[in-house]
């Protein structure tokens, strides 16, 4: 009779443990920080209701893709266009999601306008400022208290960790960072403000991203986030470096949001490891080895790769308030076309048929100490 309890018990027990299971990121890692989704124009508008659906059940906070970008949100002088980042704010609202705005100033996907006046000359350093600040009033006033964190300047340094030599800072100087910081903070004072950055994993540009934070923070300039965004590879950061980095941040007294996370799983398609937008080149069958689907062998490395990433977060889940991928399933990857063309990549926890890979299990298993 003990035995048949004792077996009875344990079938119970083990029914419980089931049923406590999590069966979302978003629950498994509920208290230690936000699971976000990058999200595409098909998925705002409603259009890409598979993805939506996953979106609503795994996450709970989004960034946009794109449409808060200048070169959408304010395409012309005159002309700001609100409709896709309305409807962007409302799907989160709906969901109740922390909602990320990216990004206020960057040096890519900003109109030439911009920079220069009607007669197509540089604008002065002041033309540029007023221009700034009335974008970054316009857009993040509009938002006030909706979009809980912005990410304010994107991508501003160099690979040595020197400032990038940007419209923005030859006409403005390199305090501009700090004004579009301070623009922010004037249009929402309750907003989380953000600068975000590829490489900091790289000891000389976390140096760099260090020295600016200390620089903003001398000045009285309220940034609360870093972004590292964590385009990986299967080898590249290492765990030491991402660990590094993260404490690194972390002693400055700023959080660390991994912003942008996927894997790459593809041959390297160039000598630097890099997530420039601009960057190309050519197509080569040896730099797409799986366009029809990914070997287990790779599958497996995908997986561990992920459940060691997601170790290091929740180690320092006293730091880290955010961990966004960068797009919701493999078919929607940026990875996909950059910096090939065409290629088929595999970066993201859901496959393009939307279901759940090996990885996304790792990951919540994880989570769930199991």
């Known amino acids: 009779m003990s035995v048949r309890i004792?077996?009875?018990?344990?079938?119970?027990?083990?029914l419980a443990a089931t049923a406590q299971a999590p069966t979302s990121l978003k629950a498994a890692y509920h208290g230690d920080f936000y699971i976000g989704a990058a999200i595409n124009t098909a998925q705002i508008t409603g259009e890409d209701t598979r993805g939506d659906a996953i979106i609503a059940a795994q996450f709970d906070s989004i960034s946009p893709e794109n449409c808060l970008k200048w070169e959408n949100v304010h395409p012309q002088p005159d002309k700001y266009d609100f409709n896709l980042p309305d409807?962007?704010?409302?799907?989160?609202?709906?969901?109740?999601?922390?909602?990320?705005?990216?990004?206020?100033?960057?040096h890519s996907q900003t109109?030439?306008?911009?920079?220069?006046?009607?007669?197509?000359?540089?604008?002065?350093?002041?033309?540029?400022?007023?221009?700034?600040?009335?974008?970054?009033?316009?857009?993040?006033?509009?938002?006030?208290?909706?979009?809980?964190?912005?990410?304010?300047?994107?991508?501003?340094?160099?690979?040595?960790?020197?400032?990038?030599?940007?419209?923005?800072?030859?006409?403005?100087?390199?305090?501009?960072?700090?004004?579009?910081?301070?623009?922010?903070?004037?249009?929402?004072?309750?907003?989380?403000?953000?600068?975000?950055?590829?490489?900091?994993?790289?000891?000389?540009?976390?140096?760099?991203a260090i020295t600016l934070v200390k620089q903003l923070q001398a000045a009285g300039i309220p940034i609360s986030t870093v972004g590292?965004?964590?385009?990986?590879?299967?080898?590249?950061?290492?765990?030491?470096?991402?660990?590094?980095?993260?404490?690194?941040?972390?002693?400055?007294?700023?959080?660390?949001?991994?912003?942008?996370?996927?894997?790459?799983?593809?041959?390297?398609?160039?000598?630097?490891?890099?997530?420039?937008?601009?960057?190309r080149a050519a197509q080569n069958p040896a730099l797409n080895p799986w366009p029809n689907g990914l070997p287990d062998s790779v599958e497996q490395q995908l997986t561990?790769?992920?459940?060691?990433?997601?170790?290091?977060?929740?180690?320092?889940?006293?730091?880290?308030?955010?961990?966004?991928?960068?797009?919701?399933?493999?078919?929607?990857?940026?990875?996909?076309?950059?910096?090939v063309p065409g290629r088929t990549n595999y970066p993201l926890l859901f496959d393009r048929s939307g279901k759940p890979k090996p990885a996304y299990d790792a990951v919540l298993r994880l989570a769930s100490g199991q």
Not at 125 to 140: E, G, K, P, Q, S
Not at 253 to 276: F, H, M, N
């Open 87 to 106: 409807q962007y704010v409302a799907f989160g609202q709906k969901n109740h999601m922390f909602i990320v705005g990216h990004n206020l100033v960057w």
């Open 228 to 279: 590292i965004q964590e385009h990986d590879s299967l080898d590249w950061p290492t765990l030491d470096q991402l660990n590094a980095s993260i404490e690194a941040f972390g002693k400055l007294g700023v959080k660390v949001a991994i912003s942008e996370l996927d894997v790459d799983i593809l041959p390297r398609a160039t000598r630097q490891q890099t997530a420039d937008v601009s960057v």
């Open 111 to 208: 109109p030439a306008w911009v920079f220069h006046d009607d007669k197509g000359n540089l604008l002065t350093r002041d033309a540029l400022l007023a221009r700034m600040r009335d974008h970054i009033h316009t857009v993040v006033g509009r938002y006030k208290g909706r979009i809980q964190s912005w990410d304010v300047v994107n991508e501003a340094l160099n690979e040595d960790g020197t400032l990038r030599p940007s419209l923005w800072y030859k006409i403005i100087g390199p305090d501009y960072i700090e004004k579009a910081f301070e623009y922010a903070h004037e249009a929402d004072p309750g907003a989380q403000l953000n600068y975000n950055d590829y490489n900091l994993e790289n000891e000389p540009k976390r140096n760099g």
């Open 6 to 14: 004792a077996l009875l018990a344990t079938c119970l027990f083990g």
């Open 304 to 339: 561990k790769r992920y459940a060691d990433l997601f170790g290091v977060y929740l180690k320092h889940r006293e730091v880290v308030n955010r961990v966004t991928l960068w797009g919701v399933t493999d078919a929607d990857s940026w990875k996909n076309d950059w910096p």
